[in-house]
């Protein structure tokens, strides 16, 4: 046997060739380290006196990725929703334990985790779902560097992949008519109306209760929810705060609603006590919670083919309440709030493509308000100045002004007042044949862009307005009418 190098401590070499190495915990365990040659064990003891100084569980060395992805699933069964649970599950089990699942912690490289990823987008995963899936990854290693069984988030080194732009799927506004036309028929016609004009969540919307509506007051709560897993359903409360909100009720969802109960009522007298009472809105034909795939393959998808539809997910109702809402000027934070939203940031980046037509409006206005008035004065008002002499002595032309607009603007009912009445009347869908006839005459001139200048006209309280009448051509989505002070 070789002698040991002076503070090597007791370190020597086996009968089959290998070395070993012991060393005392802080704990006083006594361990013993092996390896095939002298400088690998005692690297090995290094490491395991460092990472005893740093208050690591004695093996954690030993541990392999499955191993404590599986303790971690088990400690989160309690602390999140079961549908959370089961998404992360499912991550584990289907896309991390085949490539990651018998590495060990300690060996565990960004490397590994950047291979992983590409597999699964080569194998057809989106960029999303990869990216879900690295999310669980990190959490589950930052919980690993708290607990000192690693020393540092290996997958906080990896960069996500780029996620795919979302766009939402959004009904028009005649495709929403039209849906609404063929759900008349439906037993759940009260769940699309409300579900289009609320814009609430799949979950909220099954799990709503009678006892949380308020039809006299047309409002109604969110105060519960519903979620699926395992083919069982699970009543919870919302996910965050702002999602437990109040909702105002259109006329159209409140007329639904009436029928909807009295409907239900008869049901629940034809079911002869096979009615499971747990007071929800919208359950099938015995009371219970309704399953989304069942929903969704009985009567969502044959409602579209009936109104001539694309196949859009039910999630999608709640993008088109929001996307016309937006589209009509409502306020971001109005429409984040009746989402239930946790911030007005998330109601911005899933809608960025509703934003540009709301800046057009507000550029639009804007120069009217400033630009569109500066040009009328000064094509009315200024008079024209001389020509100017060139080096030779030689005048230059004047530029002629152009008018704001070739189209007669005058007023119907003799007054600005009348006039802004009608463009507000055509811009919110009026169909009534004056209407019609001055989008016609809109879109047959380009070019027009100022209705006309109205400040110092008397407004409706007999004051002067202090704003100008705009519509854009084409792009018709603004008429402002603005009263000022005396």
């Keep these: 046997m070789k002698r040991r190098a002076n503070g090597e401590g007791t370190v020597r070499q086996r009968k089959d060739g290998r070395w070993e190495v012991q060393v005392v915990l802080p704990s006083g365990e006594r361990k013993s380290i092996y390896a095939k040659s002298q400088r690998v064990v005692l690297e090995k003891k290094k490491a395991e006196l460092e990472r005893a100084a740093a208050g690591m569980p004695a093996g954690a060395e030993r541990q392999t990725v499955g191993e404590f992805l599986a303790t971690g699933l088990e400690g989160a069964r309690t602390r999140v929703r079961l549908s959370t649970w089961t998404r992360y599950e499912i991550f584990v089990r289907k896309d991390i334990l085949p490539e990651l699942g018998r590495i060990r912690l300690a060996q565990l490289t960004p490397a590994h985790v950047k291979q992983l990823e590409g597999k699964l987008i080569a194998a057809g995963k989106s960029p999303t779902s990869v990216r879900h899936m690295q999310a669980l990854l990190w959490k589950a290693f930052d919980e690993a560097t708290k607990w000192g069984v690693v020393a540092r988030n290996i997958v906080a080194l990896v960069e996500p992949p780029d996620a795919a732009p979302f766009e939402a799927h959004a009904l028009t506004d005649e495709q929403v008519r039209a849906l609404l036309d063929a759900a008349a028929v439906d037993r759940l016609e009260a769940l699309y109306v409300v579900a289009v004009t609320t814009g609430m969540r799949e979950g909220e919307l099954f799990g709503l209760r009678w006892r949380d ?274």
């Design 213 to 486: 509506v308020d039809l006299e007051n047309q409002m109604l709560q969110v105060r519960q929810t519903v979620s699926w897993a395992g083919g069982k359903a699970t009543f919870g409360q919302p996910k965050t705060k702002r999602s437990r909100r109040r909702v105002e009720l259109t006329a159209l969802a409140i007329a639904a609603l009436k029928e909807h109960r009295r409907r239900q009522n008869a049901e629940r007298l034809a079911s002869a006590g096979g009615w499971e009472d747990l007071d929800l809105v919208f359950a099938n034909e015995v009371g219970r919670p309704l399953q989304p795939t069942n929903l969704t393959a009985r009567s969502y998808r044959p409602l579209l083919r009936r109104a001539g539809l694309p196949q859009i997910r039910f999630h999608d109702l709640r993008h088109t309440a929001a996307t016309t809402l937006l589209g009509h000027s409502v306020p971001t934070k109005i429409v984040s709030e009746m989402l239930g939203h946790s911030s007005t940031a998330i109601t911005d980046d899933i809608y960025s493509h509703v934003t540009p037509t709301m800046t057009r409006v507000a550029a639009s206005v804007m120069d009217a308000a400033i630009g569109g008035a500066r040009v009328s004065m000064r094509g009315r008002d200024t008079p024209p100045r001389e020509p100017r002499k060139g080096r030779k002595g030689k005048q230059r032309e004047q530029a002629v002004p152009r008018p704001s607009s070739e189209v007669d603007w005058r007023p119907h009912r003799g007054s600005e007042q009348g006039l802004c009445a009608e463009w507000l009347a055509a811009l919110a869908g009026d169909r009534g044949p004056r209407c019609q006839e001055r989008r016609r005459d809109l879109r047959r001139d380009p070019r027009a862009r100022c209705v006309g200048d109205v400040r110092g006209r008397p407004g409706k309280s007999g004051r002067p307005l202090t704003a100008v009448l705009t519509v854009v051509a084409r792009n018709a989505s603004a008429c402002t009418q603005t009263e000022g002070k005396d």
